[in-house]
């Protein structure tokens, strides 16, 4: 029963060029979405977030963009450099407090 | 200036042991967490304090026990380890009455039974 879902496990993309890393979601009562930065051994690292109210937010390289309707959200990461390769999270949050996780995306940029 | 702090980083021991991993955040956040990492690299909440107070409890084997000594802190003790309990452990602390929601992790702790 998972109700955030990253169906890609791996993604290739050549250093400059756009990543994209997408996650679905089948709860319609989340209301606040983040993704996470993972490097082997260390710790998440937020990177980025949106509440549900928005459909777009964007920090820097990284834009999340949000269609409730479809219950879907993506990470674009322009350009990508070969420091963005690892794994990423995406994540939402319950009314609770909870952070419920997809599996994660193993990002690699290559030179 | 390590945000979130746990130790030990590696915890190797037996099955059947008692065993425990600590946790420091120095934010002044006033809510903190427990998640697990298995081996399929999911990430799950096991437990979350708010201010000393336990709110967030999931149905985790009671040989798991938080400890929250002060809003700081967040220590987490396993009794009668078992092979399954193999994981890396993450903390994680927030601000959520602030209105911040993001969470910030330690490093995590990879423990090991055998």
């Known amino acids: 029963d998972q109700q955030v879902k990253q169906n890609s496990p791996s993604l290739s993309v050549q250093e400059g060029r756009i990543s994209i890393l997408n996650c679905d979601y089948t709860?319609?009562?989340?209301?606040?979405f983040l993704w996470y930065k993972k490097y082997p051994a260390e710790g998440p690292t937020f990177l980025i977030s949106?509440?549900?109210?928005?459909d777009k937010n964007e920090d820097g390289r990284f834009t999340v963009f949000l269609n409730k309707s479809a219950k879907h959200l993506s990470l674009h990461i322009v350009p990508s450099q070969p420091g963005d390769s690892a794994v990423y999270f995406c994540?939402?949050?319950?009314?609770?407090?909870?952070?419920?996780f997809g599996q994660g995306t193993e990002l690699s940029v290559k030179p | 200036d390590t945000a979130v702090s746990q130790t030990p980083k590696y915890l190797v021991t037996q099955m059947g042991n008692d065993k425990s991993i600590k946790c420091e955040q120095n934010?002044?956040?006033?809510?903190m967490y427990w998640y697990k990492q298995d081996s399929k690299k999911f990430l799950k909440i096991m437990f979350s304090y708010n201010n000393k107070e336990l709110i967030i409890n999931e149905t985790v084997p009671n040989r798991f026990s938080p400890k929250s000594p002060d809003k700081a802190h967040l220590n987490l003790h396993i009794n009668s380890l078992e092979l399954g309990d193999s994981a890396v452990y993450f903390c994680?602390?927030?601000?959520?009455?602030?209105?911040?929601?993001?969470?910030?992790f330690g490093p995590g702790t990879r423990l090991t039974v055998t």
């Open positions: 949106i509440s549900s109210i928005k």
């Open positions: 994540a939402a949050i319950t009314q609770g407090g909870k952070l419920i």
């Open positions: 934010l002044g956040h006033d809510t």
């Open positions: 994680a602390s927030s601000r959520p009455l602030q209105g911040s929601r993001e969470q910030y």
């Open positions: 709860n319609s009562m989340f209301d606040y």
